[in-house]
């Protein structure tokens, strides 16, 4: 019998928010100021299309299609821009940001900062603003658990590896994979009737 070498430092499979914690952070979500319907926007781009937090912040006006429902990300890990569907809701949260509370500038980036000069924000001020807001759900929960969510979502309407790889923006089926550790608490679920 062989016995391998002890393996450290095993990346752990992405966390996620289950669907009752969605369900608190979205309803935990406050409209009443300009800040507040900025990080609305924010929070739904990430949940709805699994963006990074620095997409987020090269998002232009120029990349979004109101008409069509869609938006363009240009600047991914890939280097190959995708497009994307955009669901009705995430549509009418950037809208609300866009007409309603975004500063009038010149950029022509969608997230600019409040105080002026108008600049566009950075992926630091979108991780924190989304940071703040599951904090104040009272989740210990980072931006990049919305990105983890929208892949374990993707696995549960049965979405191949492959079509999430393309989705996510994944340089290589690597990364992805480790979505797959995810779905095994699913199995376990079905198999020993386990919580998750």
């Not at 900062?113 to 600049?119: E, F, K, L, W």
């Not at 969510?149 to 191949?160: K, P, V």
């Not at 797959?180 to 376990?188: A, G, N, S, V, W």
Request: aromatic share 10%; charged share 25%.
């Amino acid at each position: 019998l062989l016995i391998g070498p002890p393996q450290f430092a095993q990346k752990k499979p992405p966390k996620f928010l289950r669907p009752q914690e969605v369900k608190k952070l979205f309803s935990s979500l406050e409209l009443s100021t300009s800040v507040d319907i900025r990080t609305y926007a924010m929070i739904h781009l990430a949940y709805a299309l699994g963006l990074r937090p620095k997409e987020i912040s090269r998002i232009t006006l120029d990349h979004i299609s109101f008409t069509r429902g869609e938006i363009t990300i240009r600047e991914r890990k890939t280097n190959k821009p995708t497009t994307l569907p955009l669901p009705k809701q995430t549509v009418k949260a950037i809208a609300a940001y866009v007409f309603k509370a975004r500063p009038q500038t010149k950029h022509r980036h969608i997230f600019v900062t409040y105080y002026r000069p108008h600049s566009p924000v950075r992926p630091g001020t979108v991780a924190c603003a989304i940071g703040k807001a599951m904090k104040k759900a009272g989740l210990s929960s980072s931006a990049y658990w919305l990105r983890h969510t929208y892949a374990q979502n993707l696995l549960g309407i049965g979405r191949s590896i492959y079509e999430i790889k393309e989705m996510m923006g994944h340089q290589n089926i690597q990364c992805t994979q480790r979505y797959l550790y995810i779905d095994t608490e699913r199995m376990r679920k079905v198999l020993f009737n386990e919580t998750l």
